[in-house]
């Protein structure tokens, strides 16, 4: 089981971006799936999540800006990321629900915003 | 929203010790909690699931309870690669998560 970030990068206010999460090794339409990030000295922060049917679910932080999408058939994940904002800055992990918890996590990738 | 209270902030323990990690939500939330351990250049990893839950993997050394609002992870026989950063979440408004403030588990 196995999943795989891309996508990040420096980025400047007001930008926009997409990562990626490819996943490997389970039944990838099973599952509902998730992205957390972790600002800079900071904890674990959930940033959306989508069901394995396809509705989606955000904080209030990134709701109207970030938008979870998947593609079943290609087995990937995707966290399209819109007026993106210096708070934004983060590593950003994509993770599978399994019904108890979160597992696995991907290595996650980093996103910076700065001008 | 439910806001999860981690307490302490950071403990430092001596290898062989026990640790005794708190959790505690704002309201009920069943037995809905997980655990994660976290460590720096790392992705979180799975301890424990619905409260009491081992994952797959984790030693026995790991061991979580509570129910309703207030939830522990004990953590016995401390070892040095047991320094982390340890998060509760709550699932009880699944999908939708919240993560704990995290405690700092340092090993002297």
């Known amino acids: 089981v196995q999943l795989v970030e891309s996508g990040g990068g420096l980025v400047q206010p007001g930008g926009s971006l997409r990562l990626s999460c490819a996943a490997s090794?389970?039944?990838?339409?099973?599952?509902?799936m998730h992205w957390v990030r972790q600002a800079p000295g900071k904890g674990l922060e959930w940033v959306a999540g989508i069901e394995n049917a396809g509705d989606a679910y955000y904080p209030d932080s990134v709701k109207g800006r970030f938008t979870i999408s998947r593609e079943n058939v290609k087995r990937y994940l995707y966290l399209q990321m819109d007026s993106l904002r210096v708070g934004d800055t983060a590593v950003y992990y994509c993770a599978r629900d399994f019904g108890g918890g979160l597992d696995p996590w991907g290595q996650g990738t980093l996103v910076t915003v700065s001008s | 929203e439910i806001v999860l209270t981690q307490s302490p902030a950071t403990l430092s323990l001596s290898p062989g010790e026990s640790a005794t990690l708190s959790c505690r939500a704002s309201q009920s939330i069943a037995s809905y909690l997980a655990w994660y351990q976290k460590k720096v250049g790392q992705a979180p990893r799975l301890l424990i699931s619905?409260?009491?839950n081992r994952a797959i993997g984790i030693p026995a050394r790991f061991s979580g309870s509570g129910s309703g609002t207030d939830f522990t992870l004990t953590i016995t026989s401390l070892e040095p690669e047991d320094s982390a950063v340890y998060y509760c979440?709550?699932?009880?408004?699944?999908?939708?998560?919240?993560f704990g403030g995290g405690t700092t588990v340092e090993i002297k």
């Open positions: 619905d409260a009491s």
């Open positions: 979440q709550q699932r009880s408004n699944w999908p939708r998560n919240t």
């Open positions: 090794g389970f039944t990838f339409v099973d599952y509902d």
